[in-house]
């Protein structure tokens, strides 16, 4: 693990942690209403002490800044923070793990690890391994109140298997033998 860097009182980098859930190429609606956002969502082992240490400083940060900037001087009762326990999701890749989900209405800047761009969408996705940039903020939209947390950049890992059941096509047809264009003659 890279030891956290926590760059102002709010943003960290991070990582490798797994992401899952993650539309970072194109904007993502998950109720396909309004114009979406790009979104991934962070897996960070329960193990990894100074990562979560790091991000619930920054998390504090961003509430003491939200009290002042949005919440009137005081802090809400009921408030939405952004680190969430994974055991409490229904999804066994979850477990041990919290998570965070982090958007931005920009697209995130995406390397790999010689932080050369990544431009083929499925060089990054859910399963993948990361270090990531976010930064934490807090927010008043329609009487909710919270810390959010936005995603800056990612710097690819390394490559693990696909989350949610989806396998290679290598994977998948690694078993056919025989195959060859002679057989093409048939169709």
């Not at 934490?136 to 995603?151: H, I, P, Q, R, T």
């Amino acid at each position: 693990m890279v030891d956290p860097k926590v760059v102002n009182d709010t943003k960290v980098i991070f990582g490798p942690c797994r992401l899952s859930y993650t539309h970072v190429f194109a904007k993502y609606s998950p109720d396909g209403d309004g114009e979406g956002k790009f979104m991934t969502n962070v897996l960070i082992p329960k193990s990894e002490k100074k990562t979560i240490e790091a991000i619930k400083k920054a998390i504090e940060a961003a509430k003491k800044a939200a009290i002042i900037a949005k919440w009137g001087g005081k802090e809400p009762k009921k408030l939405d923070l952004a680190l969430r326990d994974g055991d409490e999701k229904d999804d066994e890749v979850y477990e041990d793990h919290y998570y965070l989900n982090a958007k931005s209405n920009t697209r995130p800047g995406i390397v790999d690890r010689k932080k050369v761009p990544i431009v083929d969408e499925e060089e990054v996705y859910s399963g993948v391994w990361a270090i990531v940039s976010v930064t934490f903020y807090g927010y008043d939209v329609s009487g909710n109140k919270g810390v959010a947390c936005g995603l800056n950049n990612i710097m690819k890992f390394k490559d693990d298997d696909h989350l949610g059941g989806r396998v290679s096509a290598e994977s998948d047809f690694a078993d056919l033998d025989g195959i060859d264009d002679e057989d093409d003659d048939d169709l």
